[in-house]
């Protein structure tokens, strides 16, 4: 999931490529997303020493901590799809991200929606392009506490664009 979340269509945090995610991740730097933001705390504490790796310079940590930063704002859409929620790609979650336009919005009602007898569920199916399969695992992943975690997280580490509603021209 962590390679996924920094990939090209994600995150794209230039320099943290699946190697360095690998590296990271074996030796417990970066456990979920949200470690990834925590890199130059990490670093500035001395928890971590990237210049003194093979292939690292001063110039490399500097701009790794740069791309870093320079995604700490990142559409709606993009981080739902960062998340690799089963069957949601981007199209899908760009669908997500404009019917319910923020994070928390989206977190309450599929939290809502857990009732598949309820209103928060019906309007999940009735989003075109999504229908039961898909909506069962936007909300399992929901279902997860790991997961809710891990969006409590990054939404207190990033500025999350939200979805202007559409406007219609009259």
Excluded at 118 to 130: F, K, N, P, T, V
Aim: negative net charge.
């Amino acid at each position: 999931r962590l390679r996924h979340f920094v990939s090209r269509d994600a995150f794209d945090i230039e320099g943290l490529g699946t190697k360095h995610i690998e590296t990271f991740w074996a030796e417990g730097s970066i456990e979920t997303p949200g470690d990834i933001f925590r890199l130059a705390a990490k670093e500035a504490a001395g928890e971590i020493a990237l210049g003194s790796r093979e292939g690292w310079g001063e110039k490399s940590v500097d701009n790794l901590f740069a791309a870093i930063e320079d995604r700490r704002v990142i559409p709606f859409d993009r981080l739902i799809y960062a998340l690799g929620i089963r069957q949601v790609g981007q199209a899908t979650a760009k669908l997500l991200a404009r019917q319910y336009g923020s994070l928390a919005n989206w977190r309450t009602t599929m939290i809502a929606a857990q009732n598949r007898d309820g209103e928060s569920y019906a309007d999940l199916i009735d989003i075109d392009g999504i229908g039961p399969s898909v909506a069962d695992d936007i909300l399992n992943f929901f279902a997860e506490d790991h997961n809710v975690g891990i969006l409590e997280d990054l939404a207190a580490q990033l500025t999350i664009e939200a979805v202007a509603a559409p406007t219609s021209f009259s």
